[in-house]
């Protein structure tokens, strides 16, 4: 069964600060997308990873993905305030007939002036 | 805005009740996806459909049920509703089915169970 977890669960940021959000998954997957989550607001994609060693960037988020390790990882470069919401980790199965989704259980992240 | 409209936004009832929750996918979207997220149990996978038929299931209740419309659009039927059952409930969908289509959310649906 597919497994994701991520950490840390809570991240408390000074504003210019670097940070990294982990996820690990348990079994081979197709794809890993990060989200971003407003409080009561619906999921914002950020990024899709698809192959080993994938790196993709925009403004102070970088995402990282290392299929051997099963890891991928969210960088923060410089926090602001704005950057303050919850970020999940989701992957799809491997070669399967669906693309179900199974979610890390977020990271939520407050960046303080 | 990705697209994907859920309706209502918010439904209070009492336990006990049954509820319809309703999904319109993308134009030209195929696939129609179910998840729950609540406090407990994080965001999960319920179920997806393709062009009208069941697709996969994850860990949807037996008092849930589902259904894809000729239209595409898709139904949440919740009934027997228990406290627990409080959540916001998305609905995504994409233009196929497998590993490689992109979801795209809806803004959910807030159920609040009294």
């Known amino acids: 069964e597919l497994k994701v977890e991520q950490n840390p669960l809570f991240l408390s940021m000074q504003e210019g600060k670097n940070y990294t959000i982990y996820c690990n998954y348990s079994t081979t997957s197709d794809r890993l997308y990060w989200y971003r989550q407003d409080p009561g607001k619906s999921l914002e994609s950020l990024f899709v990873l698809l192959s080993n060693g994938a790196v993709k960037q925009e403004g102070r988020l970088m995402a990282s993905l290392d299929t051997k390790a099963r890891l991928s990882t969210l960088h923060i470069t410089a926090a602001v305030h704005d950057l303050s919401a919850t970020y999940f980790c989701?992957?799809?199965?491997?070669?399967?007939?669906?693309?179900?989704?199974?979610f890390g259980t977020g990271t939520l992240l407050a960046v303080q002036p | 805005d990705s697209g994907v409209t859920q309706t209502p936004k918010h439904l209070i009832t009492a336990t006990g009740q049954r509820v319809t929750l309703r999904c319109s996918p993308r134009?030209?979207?195929?696939?129609v996806y179910w998840y729950q997220q609540s406090l407990d149990q994080g965001l999960q996978f319920l179920i997806q459909y393709y062009n009208g038929e069941e697709r996969a299931k994850g860990n949807i209740l037996e008092r849930f049920s589902a259904q894809q419309f000729p239209d595409l659009h898709s139904e949440l039927n919740l009934s027997s509703l228990e406290l627990g059952d409080s959540a916001l409930y998305f609905c995504a969908s994409s233009g196929g089915a497998i590993s490689w289509n992109e979801q795209f959310f809806g803004p959910g649906t807030r159920l609040t169970v009294l």
């Open positions: 134009s030209g979207d195929l696939s």
């Open positions: 989701a992957v799809t199965g491997y070669g399967g007939a669906t693309n179900k989704l199974i």
